[in-house]
């Protein structure tokens, strides 16, 4: 890097400009502020640390990781066609008049076979959520289990430290 | 005029001297603090300094930086506490205190496991850099990543250092020619932390290829065949091998009697005053896991926040400071990914029910966080 000295016109106009730059933040206020903004930052993290605002940015996180797994492609196709399938149905003038279903109607309806596609991707998602939470809750029970097994032992551990440091305070 | 003796320059030691520098300024109560290195080390980079990412110099800062904010530093060993007399002996010769904050964090002695002297580690500052040549002259076999005991400094450091291993070894073309093991007492990868931490850590592993042999409790090494052996009777050969080196607490002969049967000072778990003398306070890696918090450089950083509180409360007479904030968050690198886990330990503490973890994001971005936070954590306390 070549050297600067202050007699170099560049090195001169940079300094004038951060003297003035410094001079207007003085003037203003805004050197103080800066200065008392040093003093906080140390202090910063733990008041951030506050475990009720990492798991709201623990469970966004997570959110936004799904939100990761979906292939663009496939969401952008799907809800694109969605997005025009509902503008053709959901007219004004559908909105108007709304269509009424009673029993005889939607057996009726059962017959369409775009309904019965749909009937089919949600029983199919029904099928999913059952088996997605079942296995949840085996896993959590198990969990639950060993967390028990694992916090009596500590509990049983904890005690007997605190025996041990009432009998050396009381000798 | 009070003295506060601060035992140990580490994450702990270091953030009481400067909370309690800047809320005594102007004070003439005497602040101590005594290493016995003249330099604070970032731990979290070692395996930087192990992969040659980062030169120890990068990664330490003077003790001595300390004394521009009004604290005494004393370069010295801790030989004894005796805290019935308030007295320490350092290098030969007694120090009276009035109140003491001791973080002296976890000590590694590899003479705990025969045949240590086959492994390498970057838990200290010099084993990092002979684990850099050991990785220098490895021209392809089976790399061995070993944990002595469930006890050491930054639990999520081998899964780091397994990760950042495959990422060298792929970009010196070695990878194919190689093999990673990581074996671990966990039965899963941090499987401590909860599903949502180990699941996402099993995932990167697997991608990489690693290996991992959960339920290793490791007994000794065998030189002459080289391989890991196992309480279990299993046996894991290997080319290279890295291994945690078996910690103890650095209790420096501390209060005969008032010691865990694991060598923990028995603390107060809601203040960290010592059993022995509240006017003694204890935290970090050496008196942790005795309440069930994990040994990591961040709980040390709180708990000094909230000891060096309550300090300045008792010698000002008010003072609202930091409370406890039983978290933990660490910046897992793992060279082409990383991950931002975070744990909050209230339950635990309380013995009431398991950590709650989750992820706060999974970017190799991440990286740069770790290495801004250096940046920042010398800035603020040793610049």
């Known amino acids: 890097m070549e050297e600067i000295t202050l007699q170099d016109p560049k090195a001169q106009e940079a300094l004038e400009r951060a003297l003035r730059l410094l001079i207007r933040m003085n003037e203003t206020g805004t050197l103080t502020f800066l200065e008392d903004v040093t003093e906080l930052l140390p202090d910063s993290l733990s008041y951030l640390m506050d475990p009720r605002l990492l798991k709201i940015g623990a469970n966004l996180a997570y959110l936004l990781h799904v939100v990761e797994l979906l292939e663009p492609t496939l969401i952008t196709v799907m809800m694109s066609r969605l997005v025009e399938e509902l503008n053709q149905e959901l007219t004004p003038e559908r909105m108007k008049e709304l269509p009424r279903v009673g029993p005889v109607s939607l057996l009726k309806a059962m017959g369409d076979p775009d309904v019965q596609r749909g009937l089919g991707i949600l029983l199919l998602f029904l099928r999913v959520l059952g088996r997605a939470f079942d296995r949840s809750s085996q896993e959590l029970l198990g969990l639950m289990e060993q967390t028990e097994k694992t916090l009596a032992e500590l509990r049983r551990q904890r005690a007997e430290m605190e025996r041990q440091a009432l009998s050396v305070q009381a000798s | 005029m009070a003295r506060i003796l601060i035992l140990g320059g580490g994450s702990g030691g270091l953030v009481v001297a400067n909370k309690l520098a800047r809320g005594l300024r102007g004070t003439d109560h005497e602040i101590l603090l005594i290493d016995r290195s003249p330099y604070h080390y970032f731990m979290p980079s070692f395996p930087w300094v192990a992969l040659g990412f980062k030169e120890p110099e990068q990664v330490r800062r003077p003790l001595k930086n300390l004394e521009r904010k009004g604290v005494r530093v004393i370069q010295g060993e801790v030989q004894e506490i005796r805290i019935p007399e308030k007295r320490v002996r350092v290098n030969g010769e007694d120090l009276s205190y009035d109140l003491m904050v001791v973080s002296l964090g976890a ?157 923990f000072p028995l603390v107060d778990p809601k203040t960290f005053r010592c059993m022995a003398d509240p006017e003694v306070f204890a935290i970090g890696d050496m008196v942790n896991p005795a309440i069930n918090l994990p040994a990591a450089g961040v709980v040390a950083h709180f708990q000094a926040e909230f000891v060096a509180n309550q300090i300045l409360a008792e010698l000002k007479g008010a003072y609202i400071g930091e409370s406890f904030t039983p978290v933990a968050m660490c910046i897992m690198d793992f060279g082409d990914d990383a991950v931002l886990p975070m744990c909050d330990f209230t339950r635990i503490l309380d013995l009431a029910g398991p950590p709650s973890c989750g992820v706060l994001g999974r970017s190799k971005a991440i990286r740069l966080v770790k290495m801004m936070f250096e940046s920042m954590w010398f800035a603020t306390y040793l610049s």
């Open chain 2, 107 to 263: 000590e590694v002695k590899p003479d705990l496991m025969p045949g240590f002297e086959m492994a390498y580690h970057p838990w200290t500052i010099d084993g990092a850099l002979r684990m850099r040549e050991a990785i220098q002259r490895f021209q392809g076999g089976r790399i061995v990543i070993g944990v002595s005991g469930p006890y050491y400094r930054c639990p999520p450091a081998p899964y780091e250092i397994a990760g950042q291993l495959d990422f060298a070894l792929r970009a010196r073309r070695l990878r194919e020619k190689s093999e990673i093991v990581l074996a671990h007492p966990h039965p899963q990868p941090l499987s401590a932390m909860g599903p949502a931490i180990s699941g996402v850590i099993s995932e990167i592993l697997a991608n990489k290829g690693v290996r991992f042999e959960g339920n290793f409790n490791a007994k000794a090494i065998d030189p002459q065949r080289r391989v890991l052996m196992g309480t279990d009777g299993r046996e894991i050969p290997f080319d290279l091998l890295i291994m945690v080196p078996p910690h103890r607490p650095s209790s420096a002969g501390m209060c005969p009697g008032l010691l865990t049967p694991a060598g």
